[in-house]
Every structure is written in structure tokens, then in C-alpha cells.
């Protein structure tokens, strides 16, 4: 069994640094991790890259030779790995054994994991390949700030949910950066009757419906919740790693290690 996360999120949510800082921490606690690139646009990293998408295809060659914008050519690109998932991708996971940890560093455009199928598609192959895979969601704290935003993240998180169809941890990420933590801790257990009330008074009244909906949506079921990341802290990072590694199952399957001891000696 191998283990994989699909770390997505809107473009600047801080993806890489997350995965750089996972790295580290992993290093450090002597734990084996693989970082893999699948953004064909990225061009420096903080992290050692186990694989890494531009050997297949890079987003400035099908720009120039396709005269695509960025967009369309991210698009294009990804395409272009989900047609070659059998014979790329399949040739590179034969590197890693069973018991590999892989973390998919992804782009960061909302429309790869809301609507289009490339990396459902790309999930489905790595079930295939004997992987558990979670899903991590980044959301960038500092636009957490007011119930409309909340509702807002609440929704992109939700959406992509729906199209991965995995588990899944959403992650505040930058919380080293937010300089009244009191606005965060009250969406990270909000109450309903206190929130529909404040979006009640920020929104016009023709949306009263459409408000309570959203709100009995978010708390009857308990589909999204956040989990706040300060990479600054070790135990923070810890405890991420921790919600991930419960979702996917992580060491669960492997055999129990038993210290052998010798017999007392009968004198």
C-alpha cells in the first residue's frame, strides 16, 4: 500500500512552501517523504523533486509553440498528463515501493479540481496503483476574515470535494501572518445562528433563502472545517500531518515490529 496527498488550493495559498516545510519536518524527524511537481509553470523549489511534470510537458513550450495564454496552456498541459497516465506517470511510479510516501505539489487554478476531470482522472490511477490518497485543501487564512469570505471558502472547498470524491483535510495556511487570530478562531467553530445573522446583515434581503441554506449546509453536515497551519511551530505542523495520516490510513497495514528477547537464564 502506497500513501499519496494531492495538496491543491487557489494560486497563492502557499502549497509549495507547505510542501517544503513538510519536507523539512519529515527530515528532521527522520521520516521518508516524496515531493512531486505537477505544476509544468514552476520553476524554483525549496524541496528536493522526486518527479516532475516538466519532463513531460513544460507550460512555456506550449505556449510558444501552441500560442496559447496561460490559462489555456496550463489546461492544455494537464490534458497532456491525464493522456499519458499509463505510460509516464505509470513508468515513474514503479520507483517507489509499496510503502512510499508521495505528496503531489499541484497548480493552483481552481478550475483543475472544481469542474474539469485531469486530476480526478489522475486519482483514479493512483487508487489503481495501490495508493490511499487524501486530499488537502489550502486556503490562505487572511481572506478568512468575515462570513461572506468564510461562506466563499466554505463553497470552493465543497466543490472540490464533491469532484475528488476523497478524504479530505482543509488547512488555514499562513496563520503566522495574521495579526488578530481572534477573527479566525470564530470561523474555526463557528456557530450557526451567529453567522447566518451576520450574513443576513451583509447581504441585501433578497438572499435570506439562499443565506439559511448555505448555512444549514455547512453545519447539518459537517462537510467543511478548517484546520489552522502556523509553520513556524513544529507541533502545528505535527498535528496536520497527523489529521493526513489518519485519513489515509497511514502505517496501518504494516506488520507489527516485536523485539525479540532472550530467555532468562534458569541459574
Same mark, same amino acid.
Given at each position: ?22 519536507? &523539512? ?18 520553476? @524554483? ?13 513544460? /507550460? ?52 483543475? !479540481? ?16 495501490? !495508493? @490511499?490518497?487524501?486530499?488537502?485543501? /489550502?486556503?490562505? *487564512? ?6 461572506? $469570505? !468564510? ?7 465543497? *466543490? ?21 487570530? $481572534? ?8 456557530? %450557526? ?11 441585501? %434581503?433578497? +438572499? ?10 455547512? =453545519? ?5 472545517? !478548517?484546520? %489552522?497551519?502556523?509553520?513556524? $511551530?513544529? *507541533?502545528?505542523? &505535527? ?21 525479540? +528477547? =532472550?530467555? %532468562?537464564?534458569?541459574?
Amino acid at each position: 500500500m502506497g500513501y499519496a496527498q494531492l495538496v491543491i488550493g487557489p494560486a497563492g495559498s502557499g502549497k509549495s512552501t507547505y510542501c517544503s516545510s513538510l519536507y &523539512q519536518h519529515c527530515e528532521t524527524v527522520g521520516r521518508s517523504i516524496n515531493i512531486v511537481n505537477l505544476d509544468p509553470a514552476a520553476e @524554483n523549489f525549496d524541496y528536493p523533486v522526486a518527479m516532475d511534470i516538466r519532463e513531460l510537458i513544460s /507550460l512555456d513550450d506550449v505556449m510558444e509553440e501552441l500560442g496559447l495564454g496561460p490559462n489555456g496552456a496550463l489546461i492544455y498541459c494537464m490534458e497532456e498528463l491525464e493522456d499519458n497516465l499509463d505510460d509516464w506517470l505509470a513508468e515513474e511510479l514503479e520507483n517507489y515501493r509499496d510503502d512510499d510516501y508521495l505528496v503531489f505539489d499541484c497548480p493552483g487554478q481552481i478550475e483543475l !479540481f472544481s469542474h474539469v476531470p485531469v486530476l480526478r482522472n489522475f486519482v483514479e490511477h493512483l487508487k489503481s496503483k495501490n !495508493f @490511499n490518497v487524501c486530499a488537502v485543501y /489550502l486556503i490562505d *487564512s487572511q481572506f478568512i476574515t468575515d462570513v461572506t $469570505k !468564510f461562506i466563499s471558502g466554505c463553497m470552493a472547498s465543497l *466543490s472540490a470535494m464533491v469532484q475528488l470524491e476523497l478524504p479530505h483535510v482543509n488547512i488555514l495556511s499562513k496563520m503566522d501572518l495574521v495579526t488578530n487570530k $481572534k477573527d479566525i478562531e470564530d470561523y474555526l467553530n463557528p456557530e %450557526p445562528r451567529a453567522l447566518l445573522s451576520e450574513l443576513n446583515q451583509r447581504m441585501a %434581503p433578497q +438572499f435570506l433563502k439562499l443565506n439559511k441554506a448555505l448555512i444549514e449546509l455547512v =453545519d447539518e453536515y459537517s462537510m467543511v472545517n !478548517f484546520v %489552522p497551519l502556523d509553520l513556524r $511551530k513544529e *507541533s502545528s505542523i &505535527q498535528y496536520v500531518l497527523g489529521q493526513i495520516d489518519n485519513c489515509i490510513q497511514y502505517g496501518e497495514d504494516a506488520d507489527v515490529k516485536v523485539r525479540d +528477547f =532472550d530467555p %532468562p537464564d534458569e541459574d
